[in-house]
């Protein structure tokens, strides 16, 4: 069964940008990573996948404002509301923690060599901007960010 989060990058993202950063997947066969116009689909294994989709600003098929529904929670931490303009949303679907994990480690990486800000949204009710989720995953390389949630929302 997969599980579900949304990763917010700056704008000039896209999931080209994403491929590019994991062409070299450890256990990937060359085949593992396959780009459509909307999606991007990463498999290691039969057991192991995480797609990735691009949402739009507004979904008007569902009826979602992802930014207004952002900019509305009070309980999401401030300063990754105050970004939201700056930002991109995908929906990243997954089984395999391991996988998401690195695919979000190396996103995270990029970002922060870029100096640009990108926050995950954990759809446990909190958001981990990059910088902290690898501060996270540099102390335990197991970090599971679902059973973890900050203590101050700032």
Request: aromatic residues 10%; negative net charge.
């Amino acid at each position: 069964m997969g599980q579900s989060l949304i990763v917010a990058l700056p704008r000039k993202w896209q999931l080209s940008s994403i491929a590019s950063l994991l062409g070299s997947l450890e256990n990937a066969s060359p085949d593992a990573i396959k780009l459509f116009d909307e999606q991007l689909e990463i498999s290691i294994s039969n057991d192991a996948w995480v797609v990735i989709e691009v949402l739009p600003d507004r979904d008007l098929v569902n009826g979602i404002d992802h930014k207004e529904e952002f900019e509305s929670d009070p309980d999401l931490d401030t300063r990754f509301r105050r970004d939201l303009d700056l930002l991109h949303f995908f929906a990243a679907r997954y089984n395999d923690l391991d996988l998401m994990r690195g695919i979000l480690r190396r996103v995270a990486q990029e970002i922060l060599s870029r100096d640009e800000i990108a926050w995950i949204d954990t759809d446990n009710g909190w958001a981990i901007s990059v910088r902290d989720f690898l501060e996270k995953t540099d102390q335990d390389p197991t970090w599971d960010w679902r059973v973890w949630a900050p203590d101050n929302k700032a």
